[in-house]
């Protein structure tokens, strides 16, 4: 059997099969890379987005706490026994101190939420500034004191820590 000169030219200028298999192969692989370099970055933009969202909805919703938190304040009646209380426990009667033992605590638990998501990333530092400050403001309560030495260990221990060392 003898090849004509057409056949052994196009015999003589294209590559064998596997050759032709393995180049294919190869451009598969690189457009496969790059879709999952691509993908990656994707994700990585959608995880930053997700991230940010998260850090702003933390910080509503700790100022929704907040805010509940001092409504108590539209009562004059507790104005002023928060005022009396800056006098400390003796000058308070003790449902008065048991009143106001509440509210120190929510204001407390509060921060302590405010921390732990400060821990989770889920506080920036500007943010954090502003809650630690008024979160270690409470020390300066003489009956907040006598509230925190009476409830501390209901707090997780590393909060209980920096909120004692707010003090020194």
Request: proline share 4%; glycine share 4%.
């Amino acid at each position: 059997m003898t090849q004509t000169s057409d056949t052994k030219a196009k015999t003589a200028t294209a590559p064998p099969a596997p050759l032709r298999l393995q180049k294919a192969a190869l451009a598969a692989e690189i457009v496969a890379a790059a879709a999952v370099v691509i993908s990656l970055i994707f994700v990585g933009a959608q995880l930053s987005r997700h991230t940010n969202e998260m850090v702003a909805s933390s910080h509503h919703e700790l100022l929704a706490l907040l805010n509940d938190n001092d409504n108590w304040f539209q009562n004059p009646e507790f104005a002023a026994l928060m005022a009396r209380s800056e006098q400390g426990r003796d000058a308070l009667s003790d449902t008065e101190y048991l009143q106001l033992a509440y509210w120190f605590g929510q204001r407390l638990s509060l921060c302590e939420n405010v921390f732990e998501r400060r821990q989770d990333g889920l506080i920036e530092d500007g943010m954090w500034s502003a809650w630690s400050n008024g979160c270690a403001a409470i020390n300066q309560n003489p009956t907040a004191l006598a509230a925190w030495e009476e409830r501390r260990e209901w707090f997780a221990p590393a909060f209980a820590n920096w909120f004692d060392a707010q003090r020194e």
